[in-house]
């Protein structure tokens, strides 16, 4: 799987956009971009995932270069409850399906009044 | 939403002692992972199953741990012996298994070995 790169940490003022950045220069053509963060000791909780496109969802969106070697994740309007470990995971599902999440140490985001 | 449910979200054991951390991962879900993460590190990947048998397995994962699906809804994770090195919290996850679909993980249990 290929390794990533991510910032220490960031942080954003509340109601603004929060990009977080995420290198993946290794990346091959079948593994996907995703993205969890992780809230002081929870479960880690599946944001938003790509392979080639940008994509939308209700909590955030991704967008992967045309080469695929980095992806932004994009909090449109941060909130205080965004602050949080974010992590970017590149992975291929074996036989289509089964693949194991490699976590690195990721970004802490914290989101100001 | 369905959600990965995890039980107990906390367990104290003696050194020695074997402990099971049960988990129901959502129901029409195929694959089925347990993760583990310690206190301020990250979080690691230990143990992945299919069709009633593990797919892969991490170092970590030795002859001290087990994997079962006993019902056909639960999942659990075994420790036979456990070591104070065994102190984390354990995470259980699943997909559906299609096309690069998301894992999704539980809450948790945090496992405190005395």
């Known amino acids: 799987d290929a390794k990533t790169t991510q910032p220490p940490s960031m942080d954003c003022a509340e109601g603004r956009a929060a990009n977080l950045p995420c290198n993946h220069s290794?990346?091959?053509?079948?593994?996907?971009v995703y993205w969890y963060r992780q809230i002081h000791s929870q479960g880690p909780q599946y944001i938003i995932h790509?392979?080639?496109n940008n994509e939308t969802n209700e909590m955030a969106s991704l967008i992967i270069t045309e080469d695929r070697k980095s992806s932004t994740l994009i909090l449109p309007h941060a909130t205080l409850r965004d602050t949080a470990v974010y992590y970017c995971?590149?992975?291929?599902?074996?036989?289509?399906?089964?693949?194991?999440?490699?976590f690195g140490k990721g970004t802490l985001l914290t989101v100001n009044p | 939403e369905p959600e990965v449910t995890q039980t107990p979200s906390h367990q104290v054991t003696q050194m020695g002692q074997e402990v099971i951390l049960r988990c129901v991962p959502i129901?029409?879900?195929?694959?089925f992972y347990w993760y583990r993460q310690i206190l301020g590190q990250k979080v690691e990947f230990l143990v992945s199953?299919?069709?009633?048998?593990?797919?892969?397995k991490s170092e970590i994962f030795d002859d001290q741990f087990s994997v079962e699906r006993p019902d056909g809804s639960n999942f659990t994770l075994k420790i036979r012996s456990t070591k104070l090195e065994d102190s984390a919290m354990y995470f259980c996850a699943s997909t559906v298994g299609q096309g690069g679909q998301p894992q999704h993980f539980g809450d948790g249990t945090r496992l405190s070995i005395l």
């Open positions: 199953f299919y069709n009633n048998e593990i797919s892969e």
């Open positions: 790509g392979l080639k």
């Open positions: 290794t990346i091959s053509g079948n593994e996907y």
């Open positions: 129901s029409n879900h195929l694959y």
């Open positions: 995971i590149v992975s291929f599902p074996r036989g289509g399906s089964n693949y194991k999440l490699t």
